[in-house]
């Protein structure tokens, strides 16, 4: 796939996903959108921007807490994901967050206007990824955070592995064809992406793994991930074989988990 082509098609996939984006299976985007927004130390006041907040795994626990005297600005391309972020925030009553539409690479928002700003598995979503961090970093005010947070390397094995499989049994086409997020899956490479700063970012990888209460949990996880982008170029029919034969295989190796690696970065203007 082009470059060019990657913010498309993982716009349009990530308003296919919204209707599993907050299944249980996929835990992980509010676990890890969490422990990225307790690494940045915010505090009572800030004002944050989460860009490619998805539906608020990251927003909606930093809106908390900023409180009402701060003020929280998700931005994402996918609409479905940006409703059910405000629906989280008013059930929640978070008064201090906004979510809209809005384009990473061209936010149109005024320099140094924030005290942190977030991205979390997002920025290999963008044809260029340095100069989208650059774009969010020009947000940042001096003193201020920048926080990027991408999937380590294995993203999701023995599963991945197994999805692929039985994809290339049905259209070998189709194999590897969307899978940006294994871009950049190391820090030294995410390190590289920061622009110059007085201080050098501090990026940290920490292996992990994500729990499968049953194989079906793999189907869901893949509806709810960018692996979606691939089923929705199968026919329905070869959909069911996929789902039949990746799921079966877990079962034949009794997995109980998926790897879940993450690298964090933080750079201090």
């Known amino acids: 796939m082009r470059d060019p082509d990657i913010k498309a098609v993982s716009a349009a996939t990530y308003a296919a996903t919204a209707d599993h984006f907050d299944d249980p299976a996929l835990s992980f985007w509010d676990r890890f959108g969490q422990e990225t927004v307790a690494r940045i130390g915010l505090r009572p006041g800030d004002r944050v921007l989460d860009a490619c907040c998805g539906t608020g795994a990251s927003a909606l626990p930093a809106a908390q807490i900023v409180g009402g005297t701060g003020y929280v600005l998700g931005i994402d391309l996918a609409e479905p994901a940006l409703a059910l972020a405000r629906g989280k925030a008013l059930r929640r009553g978070l008064t201090s967050v906004d979510f809209r539409a ?113 194989p079906e949990d793999w189907w869901t996880i893949v509806l709810g991930t960018g692996y979606r982008a691939t089923v929705e170029q199968l026919d329905p029919a070869a959909a069911h074989r996929v789902r039949a034969a990746s799921t079966a295989r877990l079962v034949a190796d009794g997995v109980r988990e998926l790897t879940a690696n993450v690298v964090y970065a933080r750079a201090t203007r």
């Open 102 to 214: 809005a384009d990473v690479e061209r936010t149109g928002l005024p320099s140094e206007s924030f005290d942190a700003v977030i991205c979390v598995f997002g920025i290999f979503f963008l044809p260029d990824m340095a100069a989208a961090i650059a774009e969010l970093w020009r947000l940042v005010r001096p003193g201020g955070t920048l926080a990027i947070t991408v999937w380590g390397p294995g993203f999701m094995e023995p599963a991945t592995s197994a999805f692929w499989a039985a994809v290339g049994a049905e259209r070998a086409d189709l194999v590897g064809g969307f899978h940006p997020w294994t871009r950049v899956t190391d820090a030294a490479a995410l390190s590289r992406l920061f622009p110059a700063a007085p201080v050098a970012p501090v990026v940290e990888a920490e292996p992990g793994t994500h729990p499968l209460a049953g």
